[in-house]
């Protein structure tokens, strides 16, 4: 989901300009938020599985004059058979963490050949860029990170409000796009907060919807009372931990609390989870020390202050503690992080000038 929303600035930059924009991804939460979220002139199919005979049919139905691969997404039937009909091929925001290097060196026959038919390799950053070439990349720019340009996921203003309304002056924090192993951290932390900090709520928006069931039955066990949005369950007076199990309202939760805690990166879950999005909502970030897979942003976040990494549920526990008694902290991390990620921005524009040459011409050429 979070790569397909990354897409949009661009697909809509392509859209404006008249192309017919075919958008594709894997997953049935994707094709649901894309369904919403596309610009007009766009639309969404599945990519087909990578075996010669479906993507020869895919390309046969929908004659691509470009294409446009995404982050890491390196199919070789893909990249071959694009690259035999003579159809342009660039890698836009283009990543390759050190340990996927790592495993492809020990094929380099194989990705020479599957990066050999790509014409130009826009990397995220210097250091993907670096290994791209390393591994036979041919004409790698470093381009920025897409998702810096992506828009806020939204929320319904009504639904805000009422959100708002039933958390009232309780202090309030988010857990966001947790996995299996953090929501026992979590529970931890709730319980060592509750004895001071009366009427605390806190919120887990799992990454994977389908887990709240599991996430209640575990924090019940626990001796923690847990409410699932899923299954009608509103926020009240009552209500301790609420399980926001539901696909597309993280928009919703990071407007309702100004602490959020993003997840895949700690208590055994690790590469980290996409901050940008509560960053640019005004929240005060804290991770786990395993973030790998947002490195850079989350070391300029650290750097600026507007986000705290925690070792443990000790150490996030103290820090929520801090945060919500000291609004005004609040408030500073906020314009930090806000500040932060708005000054890795511009990759669309910048991919853009790169797929120029490709884009004016009648007769699709490789850009020199």
Known sequence: VGECLAMLPLTARLAARGFRVLVTSGTRSSAEILAKRLPAGAAHQY????????????????????????????WPNLLHETHARAIPL??????????????????PRLIGAMLGGVGLCLAQTREDALRLERL???RVVTAGNL??????PPADPMETA????????????????THAGEEAVIADVHARLTPSMPGLLTIIAPRHAAR??????????????????????????????YIADTMGELGLFYRAASVVFLGKSIGGASGGQNPIEPA???????????????????????????AIAVADAGELADAIAD??????????????????????????????????PWLAPADVESPS
């Open 47 to 74: 990519l087909p599985y990578d075996a010669p005979q479906f993507v020869r049919r895919f390309l046969d139905h929908w004659r691509p004059g470009l294409v446009l691969v995404a982050e890491s997404e390196l």
């Open 90 to 107: 660039a890698l836009i925001n283009a990543r390759l963490s050190q340990r996927s290097f790592e495993r492809w060196q020990k094929a």
């Open 136 to 138: 036979g990349a041919p």
């Open 147 to 152: 998702k810096y340009d992506a828009p806020a």
């Open 162 to 177: 009422a959100l708002k309304a039933a958390i009232g002056p309780r202090p309030v924090w988010l857990a966001a796009s």
């Open 212 to 241: 709240g069931p599991e996430i209640a039955a575990q924090i019940r066990q626990a001796g923690v009372g847990a409410a699932l949005r899923s299954q009608g369950a509103e926020i009240d007076a009552s209500t301790s931990l």
């Open 280 to 306: 640019k909502l005004g929240a005060a970030v804290l991770h786990g020390p395993d973030v790998a897979n947002f490195e850079e942003v989350y070391r300029a976040l650290d750097a600026a202050q507007g």
């Open 323 to 356: 945060l919500l008694g000291n609004p005004a902290r609040i408030r500073a991390m906020a314009q930090a992080s806000g500040e932060t990620v708005e000054r890795f921005g511009g990759a669309t524009a910048n991919i853009m000038r790169a797929l120029e």
